[in-house]
């Protein structure tokens, strides 16, 4: 699980007026939510957080938020819930943080990353990503960055189920074990059931104006 360590510190203004002003001075306004607790309003320092917040996210992160608060600090364990950048600027205008256990479980998507050439895609065969993403449980930093799945030895009509990843043993998999991850596919028989689906929608299309006539 990818880790990034930030500063922040305690916003005591509030309202557009003074986020405003706060921008102007190199900062960024955000808060931190957690469960069973009072949200927490922040600001950062908008030129050293900007490209690290914006690079991660979508990602699964965990980010180690160090807060001042005058002279007391805390740490807190926090992922992105949201961020709105400026589309003109393409700055970080504001962001959201959800504070997170890192004991308790978790349910995340994990990214399948494909690597290698696939001999049945050499061959012709068409190359079918079934699910970009597995869901799995467990302890937020033991998730892996991404599944790797080697797919160099897939001939055409060979693929992969979620039974056949590596999972590391203290995840838990919460797909179908059944479910195809990838697969590739027979042109023709690709090319086939094409037509058989425009066919399908011909003959539905041709019912509805009957109906109507």
């Known amino acids: 699980m990818l880790q990034l360590d930030i500063n922040a510190n305690v916003r005591t203004t509030r309202g ?38 914006l690079h991660i996210n979508r990602r699964n992160a965990v980010i180690n938020l160090e807060v001042s608060d005058g002279k007391k600090k805390s740490k807190k364990h926090v992922v992105i819930k949201e961020l709105q950048v ?55 930093l033991d998730f892996p960055d991404t599944i790797v799945l080697d797919i160099s030895d897939l001939a055409i009509e060979d693929g992969v189920d979620c039974k056949d990843l590596s999972i590391p043993a203290n995840m838990e998999l919460l797909e179908d074990e059944d479910r195809t991850v990838v697969f590739v596919a027979d042109p023709s028989k690709v090319k086939l059931m094409s037509l058989e689906e425009e066919e399908a929608e011909s003959t539905e299309e041709e019912a509805v104006a009957d109906e109507g006539a």
């Open 16 to 53: 557009k007026g003074a986020a405003r002003v706060l921008r102007g001075q190199g900062m960024t306004p955000a808060v931190v939510y957690g469960i069973g607790v009072d949200p927490v309003s922040i600001e950062l320092d908008t030129k050293s957080i900007t490209k690290t917040l």
């Open 86 to 140: 400026d589309p003109v600027k393409d700055s970080l205008v504001h962001a959201d943080f959800c504070e997170i256990s890192l004991k308790a479980p978790v349910t995340l998507a994990v990214p399948v990353e494909l690597v290698g050439a696939a001999k049945g895609v050499e061959l012709g065969g068409i190359l079918q990503a079934k699910m970009p993403t597995v869901h799995m449980k467990g302890q937020i």
